[in-house]
């Protein structure tokens, strides 16, 4: 028995999560060939989705992390973006991919688009795993997309409640939340 059996109920299973990743990947190949890719993982909740869809990419990539924050510990956004933790290579010129984990407000996303967008790439997209359209006060273009899902507050595979539940190997709904 796991640590989360008791508090996590499944809501996309890991067979689903990998078919998707691979889907996913091989669009992105298709996409981007013969360019030379950088993946923008957000930390810390789409590294898990980041790694695993670098790896079902095949093209020469880089990958960058980029950590923001509008969560202070809750489970409502704060409405304030801040950068915690910055890229380490200039951007200018480049095909920037941003790999998020959930995009609900959208505020999170407008932010690093108008950020990264200052920093002249070549294109810039989107790819997420989840969207909750239901939580929507900004419209984004989202580019790439895994799952749409219902407005619940969602943890497993990098996404986290106060820091814990980022290794549960699905997409799960707290119980009693």
């Known amino acids: ?3 989360y059996d008791a508090q996590v109920e ?37 590294l898990f989705f980041a790694m695993d869809l670098a790896r079902a ?14 969560y202070q510990g809750g489970t409502e956004t704060t409405g304030e ?3 915690t933790s910055d890229v380490t290579k200039p951007m200018a010129g480049k095909h920037l991919l941003v790999v998020e984990d959930i995009i609900d407000t959208g ?5 690093l688009l108008e950020n990264l967008g200052a920093r002249h790439p070549a ?3 989107i790819c997420t795993l989840l ?8 419209k984004v273009p989202i580019d790439y997309k895994g799952f749409v899902i219902d407005d619940k507050f969602v943890v497993g595979y990098g996404l986290d409640f106060d820091e814990i539940y980022r290794n549960v190997p699905f997409i799960g709904v707290m119980k009693g939340k």
């Open 1 to 3: 028995m796991s640590f």
């Open 10 to 46: 499944v809501m996309i299973d890991t067979a689903t999560l990998a078919a998707k990743v691979r889907e996913l990947g091989a669009q992105i190949t298709k996409d981007y060939q013969g360019k030379e890719l950088t993946l923008i993982a957000i930390m810390k909740g789409s």
């Open 57 to 70: 990419i095949d093209l020469p990539l880089k990958v960058e992390v980029l950590g923001v924050t509008s």
């Open 81 to 83: 973006v801040r950068i």
């Open 107 to 111: 505020l999170t996303m407008k932010f």
């Open 123 to 125: 294109s810039l997209k």
């Open 131 to 138: 969207e909750k359209p239901a939580r929507a006060r900004t």
